[in-house]
């Protein structure tokens, strides 16, 4: 196996004009959570979408256990995407299924994994989420941070050796923004995941850091844990840190 889970090597992605990435480097090790950090648009998601094979990078790799998934035929990168899990910026669920039915769906699916097993892990993953009450409910009866919380159980009832989250917190109040962000270091801690959390939110970030990393004109310009970011004596990451610019921030979104 490769050294490091998650390895992007000089990452460059424009559409037309717009040069995106210019040059990403970062890697994750093993059961470590690594920050992605940056302003809106500044291409966070695009990373994510080179990392799990949605898009194809102009130049440059990005490897999940040493592979490109976006280079290997499509049969065999829905094999590796079984064992990643994806954490999308909506969070979307099933509507129209059970809480149960959206759990069971990628076990049934992927893995062939019948009852009585089926069963106690869906209850075992909603229990990690602190929703096994939720089972048999559908996602409209749930709160938009029990929705998150579900999408999230969806994602680690296989025990996915690999993580993928794109803004866990976004559109939740700051209560259960932290909620799923401490929920986040638990279910790393206890099933030792290799995790990129891409966020613009300090809290989470603060929370579920082993290491952040920010993305600043199309490269992965600092790194560190967030404490020592801040304190470093650099203009664009003293205007980043500073309360103006996250209210600021809060009124551009
Ligand atoms: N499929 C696409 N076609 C054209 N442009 C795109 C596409 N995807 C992303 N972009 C552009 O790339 C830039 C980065 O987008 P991205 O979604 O990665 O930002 P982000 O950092 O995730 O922002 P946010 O915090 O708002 O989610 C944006 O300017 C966006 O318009
Ligand atoms: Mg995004």
Known sequence: MARFVIEVRDLHKSFGEQHVLRGVNLRAEEAENLIVFGRSGSGKSVLLKCLIGLMTPDAGKALVNGEAIYE??????????????FLYQSGAL???????????????????????????????ALERVSLADAIDKTPAELSGGMRKRVALAREIVVEPPVMFYDEPTT?????????ISVLI?????????????VTHDLVCARIVE????????????HEGKIEELERMDDPFLKNFFSSEFHEEYAESV
């Open 94 to 124: 099933f509507d129209s299924m059970s809480v149960r039915e959206n759990l069971e769906f990628p076990l049934v699916k992927n893995f062939g994994v019948e009852d009585p097993e089926l069963t106690e892990r869906v209850e075992r």
């Open 171 to 179: 559109g939740l109040d700051p209560i259960t923004s932290k909620e």
């Open 72 to 85: 290997l035929p499509d049969r065999e990168a829905s094999e590796r995407l079984k064992t990643v899990g």
């Open 210 to 221: 082993d290491r952040t990393v920010i993305l600043r004109g199309g490269e992965a310009a």
């Open 185 to 197: 270091r638990k279910l790393q801690e206890e099933l030792k995941m290799t995790s990129v959390v």
